[in-house]
Structures are given as structure tokens and as C-alpha cells.
């Protein structure tokens, strides 16, 4: 008796492929049964995907923030140093109690101004490294001569600044004088913070 040949396209075959078909999709059915396979832990969600956007938003604003904060810092530590580099140091500039003054009515002389009064300079300590120093000044004479000393105050070395400045014309008929008084204000660098030869320590 002889074997039959089996062949994939016969009836019988096409029978077999359709059952192993079944019968591999059935047991593809139990095993995720059989394990719980969760797929929707795998693909995330479009409300999670929103969620993450947010975060990331939320993580560049607080970086931005931060960078902000440090260029801020930099600038203001930078502004400070120059501060510091600007302001009378005694062990250069002499005693501020001598020289203020002494500068003051150089100046003028060279606008001759009539000071009518010039107080001792005082002295408030602002932190650790500074501290302020301060005169008042008043003076009556023509405009054009006040404006001159103003200049020349503002441009001298140590920096110097007026904290406030009054004036209100003479009242005299015919008078081209303007009363004027202000004070006169500059840092200085604190002894203990200098290296002795006006540098910073």
C-alpha cells in the first residue's frame, strides 16, 4: 500500500493551516490571561503626555528664574567692586578731614565763590567695608559760577556725588546771585579693608 503525499493545498491541508491558526491565537489568549498583561501601562496616555509637558514647562521657567537671579547677582557684586574701587581711601587720599575741606575751598576760589558756611565732614558707616562721608556747602554767586564748581566737584578723584542741592535766587533788585547749599557726599573704603597702599584686600 502506498503513502499519500500531503500537501498544504489539498483540502486536508488548508483544514490544518485554519486550526493551527486557531489554535495559536487561542493559546496566545490564555498567556496574557494567564499573566495580567496590562498594555496600558505601556503606551502612555494623552492626559499623562499633557501632564509631562506641563512639567517640562514648569522645570525651564524655574531654570530661567534661576539664571536670572545668578546674572542679577553678577551684575550687583560687579556694580559693588566698582564701588569699592571708586571710594577715598585714606591711606592714598590723605585724611578725609583735611583734604575734603581743603578741596572744597580750592575749587572755590578758582569760581570766587564766597562759602558762607562749610561743615566738618561727617562720617556713617555703612556695612563692614564702607562708609559715607558727607559736608554741606553754601555759597552765593552767579549762576554761571556755581555751575562751574558743580562740574569740577563732580569730576574729582575719589568720586564724589550731592546728596542735595538747594538753590533759590537773591532776592536783591538787579542781583544775579543764586543762594546755594547742598552736601556733599563720598564713599570711603574702610582702613581694614585695604592692603595699606589703597588696594582692595
Known sequence: MSK?????????????VVFCGF???????????SFDVNFAGLIPSQERLDDLRREEKKALAAWKAVEARQQEQALTEELYKKLLESAWVEAKDGSPDVEIPKQINSLAKKYELELSGVSAVRRTRINNELSALEMDVN????????????????????ERTWKRMDFRPETVQNSDRVFFSGTLRILLREPDMTDGKGGVR
Open 4 to 16: 499519500a503525499k500531503f500537501s498544504i493545498h489539498s483540502p486536508e491541508g488548508r483544514k490544518l
Open 23 to 33: 489554535a495559536l491565537v487561542f493559546s496566545a489568549t490564555v498567556l496574557l490571561l
Open 139 to 158: 555759597t552765593a554767586a552767579p549762576l554761571a559760577a556755581l555751575t562751574g564748581f558743580w562740574r569740577d566737584v563732580r569730576v574729582q578723584k575719589p
